[in-house]
């Protein structure tokens, strides 16, 4: 009996470790998880790399919240409202040294979610 105890009480925190986890982030983990999968299925990784690590495309490693210099010579800073802008009309803010990235069909659910994502990316 005291082996059948053990694990219902290790059952019981690791539940309450999970709901504890899922309560910090917001319910987030499932956002940040599509907006990779997006990411991924609609072609990103093609020009922005694996993870976001940089290729024809700027890198989107550590980029939130980091000055972002645009073909005009000014600076942006790529906050959620950059972000959002550079997936949703990707010439209006054209990145230096970059090719204008190509339309895309995104809902406004699946830009966030790929934006949440970015975020996670350091």
Same mark, same amino acid.
């Given at each position: 009996? $005291? /082996?059948?105890?053990? @694990?219902? #009480? &290790?059952? &019981?925190?690791?539940? /309450? $470790? %999970?709901?504890? #986890? &899922? ?21 990103? +990784? *093609?020009? @922005? /790399?694996? /993870? ?6 700027? $890198?989107? %490693?550590? #980029? =939130?919240?980091?000055?972002v210099r !645009?073909?005009?010579?000014? $600076? +942006? +800073?790529?906050?959620? *409202? =950059? !972000?959002? !802008? %550079? ?10 040294? =970059? ?11 699946? +830009?966030?979610?790929? #934006? %949440?994502w970015i975020?996670?990316?350091?």
């Amino acid at each position: 009996m $005291t /082996g059948l105890r053990f @694990h219902a #009480v &290790a059952l &019981a925190a690791a539940i /309450g $470790t %999970a709901l504890t #986890v &899922a309560a910090c982030n917001g319910g987030s983990g499932q956002t940040q998880s599509e907006g990779e999968r997006l990411f991924n299925s609609q072609g990103c +990784v *093609a020009c @922005h /790399g694996p /993870g976001g690590a940089g290729a024809m495309g700027p $890198t989107l %490693a550590g #980029v =939130y919240l980091d000055q972002v210099r !645009l073909a005009d010579g000014s $600076t +942006v +800073v790529a906050d959620e *409202a =950059y !972000l959002r !802008l %550079a997936i949703t009309d990707p010439g209006a803010q054209q990145v230096d040294g =970059y090719l204008e990235m190509p339309a895309n069909n995104l809902t406004a659910e699946q +830009v966030q979610a790929i #934006v %949440a994502w970015i975020k996670t990316l350091g």
